[in-house]
């Protein structure tokens, strides 16, 4: 199927569709789609039912709850804008109903356009799964060879770092998606801190992303420790482990005092299930493994917390 008119309800699949050359299909995005750069010239679809700007994570998470309770989801979809645009393709995604909107409501959307656009939902839920997903795309808008391209340039990528940190000792590894309250990875970041060289401590590939107690991370005293809000950027996700900076030093005080704990720029390398999977597996390679990987600069994607 070849498609002229994309819309993308989802940052990674807008991702994926300029990363495939498809840029120019692309005719409406999300408001979270930022990168690159293009995407923010686009219309945008969605909104979210509260302002996020400046609140910490346990704020939203409050928000989130209400919004849910009061609305039954996160975000609108601006149906009038869209029905404007006529896309012949819809992107979404139905893995996380907090993190993006889902295939019910974009379905809902779609049963009123004119256009009549088919309806991909791309549901990655570890590193195979972002692969497949941009194969996908890359069969929607009719350029498969694209697609496979881009998957063996990430599997080169991946395989790289994975050879340089075969047999080395692997640190034990405490991550955090969310801090209030404290989420645990799943889906595509265990097996992305295992790629790196990593040992992680709590989170399960595959999975979804699950709450914990501060108290049952007492005593994991891990060797390093990662902040990664889910859809924070490197600034928020800092000022987020400052808010939790007691909390933090309670469950990782070898990390902090040996300066190996950071906060990470989750929004680009780590809650998108895209091409920039390979870019997250190497920047925890070199967070992980310094002296291995003198080359991977931190800077502007990662900050060290706590002290």
């Not at 030093?249 to 005092?257: G, K, L, S």
């Amino acid at each position: 199927m070849s498609v002229a008119r994309i819309a993308s309800l989802l940052p990674s699949a807008t991702e994926i569709a300029y990363a495939l050359g498809l840029g120019d299909c692309v005719v409406g995005v999300s408001h979270g789609c930022d990168h690159p750069s293009a995407a923010r010239t686009k219309p945008v679809l969605t909104r979210p039912r509260f302002g996020l700007d400046g609140l910490s994570s346990g704020e939203i998470d409050a928000a989130v709850r209400h919004a849910l309770r009061e609305f039954g989801s996160v975000y609108e979809v601006d149906t009038e804008r869209l029905a404007a645009l006529g896309p012949d393709l819809l992107l979404t995604q139905g893995m996380c109903e907090v993190c993006a909107v889902p295939t019910r409501e974009a379905e809902a959307a779609a049963l009123g356009l004119a256009s009549c656009p088919a309806v991909i939902a791309l549901d990655a839920h570890d590193v195979a799964g972002v692969l497949t997903t941009i194969r996908v795309v890359g069969r929607a808008g009719g350029v498969s060879e694209r697609g496979e391209q881009c998957v063996r340039d990430i599997e080169r990528r991946i395989a790289s770092v994975r050879a340089r940190v075969a047999g080395r000792l692997a640190p034990r590894v405490l991550a955090l998606e969310w801090l209030e309250p404290p989420f645990v990875p799943g889906h595509w970041v265990p097996e992305m801190v295992a790629l790196a060289g990593g040992n992680l401590q709590r989170g399960i590939a595959g999975r979804p992303s699950f709450t914990v107690r501060w108290e049952d991370l007492a005593g994991l005293d891990p060797d390093v420790l990662l902040v990664m809000p889910c859809g924070f950027d490197l600034a928020a996700a800092c000022a987020d482990a400052h808010s939790y900076r007691a909390s933090l030093c309670a469950v990782a005080p070898r990390a902090i005092r040996s300066a190996r704990a950071y906060a990470v720029d989750a929004t680009a390398h780590f809650s998108r299930p895209g091409p920039r999977i390979a870019d997250g597996v190497e920047l925890l390679a070199g967070l992980l493994h310094p002296d291995l990987f003198p080359e991977v600069s931190s800077a502007g994607r990662a900050r060290r917390v706590g002290h």
